[in-house]
């Protein structure tokens, strides 16, 4: 049989978990000290922008000191033998994918390291912490700046060209995602519509587990390279 040449993956918090990097989800997951309305929906920034600030500003250090990890690397091998024949997804804010190497990723939750004006859209790269007082460079409407991550109640960017890419793609990867937050949780069920087999590669089964057509279970600086090594080795076969 012809190996997998098409290859659509999908990481989520679990990948940089490794890296030092919280997860949402997990019993000392972010989502258990902070709750998810106050800093990650446009209402909760409205009511209280000093905080999202603050809780965005500790996650962007925290992001800063860490340094991607064996999972990060794989991946940016894998694209530098599958070029454009890879499209990674991540719903991860966080730049240790590029960091380790990676071109070609689409953020589809946004990003950690730019900010984006509120009022005209403006996006430009950020490093420090934004504050109440950060106002847009460009527009000159004074407004203030927010940090470039979707919130709940947002939509998530680059859906089509995902849809896309998931249609036309012989393999589907999931690595370190709950498969809890939507639309990436439906991403396996869109491949599986298509025929195309699915691995899940996970610290344990995710929500959506039954939708995987092979499972690897472990920590992902592990078993991703591991996965990744396994899937060249077959290339060449
Ligand atoms: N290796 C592999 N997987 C791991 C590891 C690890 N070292 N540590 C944890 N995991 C797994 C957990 O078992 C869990 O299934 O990673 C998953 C992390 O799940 P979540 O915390 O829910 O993160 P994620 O799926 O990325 O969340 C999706 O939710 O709040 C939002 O916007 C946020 O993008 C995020 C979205």
Known sequence: MRPPTRVVILTGAGISADSGVSTFRDPDGVWSTYDWRDVATPEGFAADPALVHQFYNARRASVLAAKPNAAHAALARLEATLGDRLTLVTQNVDNL???????RVLHMHGELMSARCGACDFICPWTNDLSVETRCPDCG????????????????RFLDEIAVAIRAADLFVSIGTSGSVYPAAGFVGEARGFGVPR?????????????????????????GPAWVDEFLAGLSA
């Open 97 to 103: 994918h590029e960091r380790a190497g990676s071109r």
């Open 141 to 156: 409407a004074g407004h203030m700046m927010r940090p470039d991550v979707v919130w709940f109640g947002e939509i998530p």
């Open 199 to 223: 691995v899940e590669l996970n610290l344990e089964p995710s929500e959506n587990a039954w939708a995987f057509t092979d499972a690897r279970y472990g920590r992902a600086s592990e078993i």
